[in-house]
């Protein structure tokens, strides 16, 4: 399995399958559905059932909270006494404050074991994004880069991160304190639907659009913009399409994206994967999210 082990927080949006196939080690959040006790997600509620749980109780907004320190701890713990190494990707520390946790999680195990050799990366992104940091540093490790040059190499490729996608509306931004610089913005009446872009850590307005299918154009004209400003080559990059409720939408925005790949000299990568975007975001973003996750590849030589 390598030089070391790969754990994400919950905010790594990856298939289960996924996680059991690469040797991921998950670190999960917590979920409250608008009142009573927080549920870890993926343990006493699925993404499925979260997202009916939204869709069946407009108006009603739920709560996350990040993994404790003692949950870190606990883990950490295990990989020292174990004499292993481990890699720690956390969401963007605009967003959660895991990354910190995670901080003081590992000064208090090297309390015990000062020779702990674990390292604690705020990867800058989240979602889907996040998912493809954690594969890129499964990559890393599968073909024998050592721990102390990986994760010099997925810092490397940090700023290259973006998210371009669009949301129902700004209602659970707006409640959860994540609407930032889209304040003052963007209205929820007539239709408007805002436009987003995740760079730096950080969200940004990308535009708005009246109705669902001119943001979604929008979205796709974004990620154009960035892609063929960024990269030559269908190698240098991953990507991957991220949804929340309407699987059947996802795999028609695929097509789309397959098409722009084309039309830039960008395809021939294989399959673009889709993936659900976890509890743990949409209670930021509601129920209706969708779009794009580009990131660059590591360097594997």
Same mark, same amino acid.
């Given at each position: %399995?390598?030089?070391?082990?790969?754990?994400?927080?919950?905010?790594? &949006? =990856?298939?289960a399958?996924?996680i059991?196939?690469r040797?991921i080690?998950?670190?999960?959040?917590f979920?409250?559905?608008?009142?009573?006790?927080y549920?870890? !997600?993926?343990?006493?509620?699925?993404?499925d059932?979260?997202?009916?749980?939204?869709? #069946?109780?407009?108006?009603?907004?739920?709560?996350?909270?990040?993994?404790?320190?003692?949950?870190?701890? $606990?883990?950490?713990?295990?990989?020292?006494?174990? /004499?292993?190494?481990? *890699?720690?990707?956390?969401?963007?520390?605009?967003?959660?404050?895991?990354? !910190?946790t995670?901080?003081?999680?590992l000064?208090?195990? @090297? +309390?015990?074991?000062? &020779?702990?050799?674990?390292t604690?990366?705020?990867?800058?992104?989240?979602?889907?994004?996040?998912?493809? %940091?954690?594969?890129?540093?499964?990559?890393?490790?599968?073909?024998?880069?050592?721990?102390?040059?990986?994760?010099?190499?997925? *810092?490397?490729?940090?700023?290259?991160?973006r998210?371009?996608?669009?949301?129902?509306?700004?209602?659970?931004?707006?409640?959860?304190?994540? *609407?930032? $610089?889209?304040?003052?913005?963007?209205?929820s009446?007539?239709?408007? @639907?805002?436009v987003?872009? =995740?760079k730096?850590?950080?969200?940004?307005? /990308?535009?708005?659009?009246? /109705?669902?299918? $001119?943001?979604?154009?929008?979205?796709?004209k974004?990620?154009?913009?960035?892609?063929?400003?960024?990269?030559?080559?269908?190698?240098?990059? +991953?990507?991957?399409?991220?949804?929340?409720? &309407?699987?059947?939408?996802? =795999?028609?925005?695929?097509?789309?994206?397959?098409?722009?790949?084309?039309?830039?000299?960008?395809g /021939?990568?294989?399959?673009?994967h889709? #993936?659900?975007?976890?509890?743990?975001?949409?209670v930021?973003?509601?129920p209706?999210?969708l779009?794009?996750?580009?990131?660059? $590849?590591?360097?594997?030589?």
């Amino acid at each position: %399995m390598g030089d070391f082990v790969v754990i994400t927080d919950g905010s790594g &949006d =990856l298939p289960a399958e996924v996680i059991k196939d690469r040797g991921i080690r998950v670190i999960n959040f917590f979920v409250m559905l608008g009142g009573g006790d927080y549920l870890q !997600q993926n343990v006493d509620i699925s993404d499925d059932e979260f997202y009916e749980w939204m869709v #069946t109780h407009p108006g009603l907004y739920p709560s996350s909270s990040t993994p404790s320190t003692q949950d870190y701890l $606990k883990v950490f713990t295990e990989i020292a006494e174990a /004499g292993e190494k481990a *890699i720690v990707l956390c969401i963007t520390e605009k967003f959660s404050n895991s990354y !910190q946790t995670a901080r003081i999680a590992l000064d208090l195990l @090297r +309390e015990d074991y000062p &020779d702990a050799q674990i390292t604690v990366i705020n990867s800058m992104v989240n979602t889907v994004l996040q998912g493809l %940091m954690v594969l890129e540093a499964c990559n890393l490790r599968d073909a024998g880069v050592g721990y102390e040059e990986a994760a010099k190499r997925l *810092i490397e490729i940090r700023p290259s991160g973006r998210i371009f996608f669009t949301i129902g509306g700004i209602d659970y931004l707006a409640h959860g304190g994540r *609407i930032g $610089k889209l304040a003052g913005k963007v209205s929820s009446v007539l239709s408007i @639907r805002p436009v987003i872009t =995740l760079k730096e850590g950080e969200i940004f307005l /990308g535009g708005v659009a009246r /109705g669902r299918a $001119k943001s979604l154009d929008k979205t796709l004209k974004n990620a154009e913009e960035y892609l063929r400003e960024t990269f030559t080559s269908r190698e240098q990059f +991953e990507l991957c399409i991220g949804y929340g409720y &309407d699987y059947n939408e996802a =795999l028609d925005f695929r097509t789309r994206v397959e098409g722009l790949l084309e039309d830039l000299g960008l395809g /021939g990568g294989g399959e673009i994967h889709i #993936t659900h975007i976890s509890s743990v975001i949409a209670v930021h973003t509601g129920p209706y999210a969708l779009g794009i996750g580009i990131l660059a $590849k590591a360097r594997l030589d």
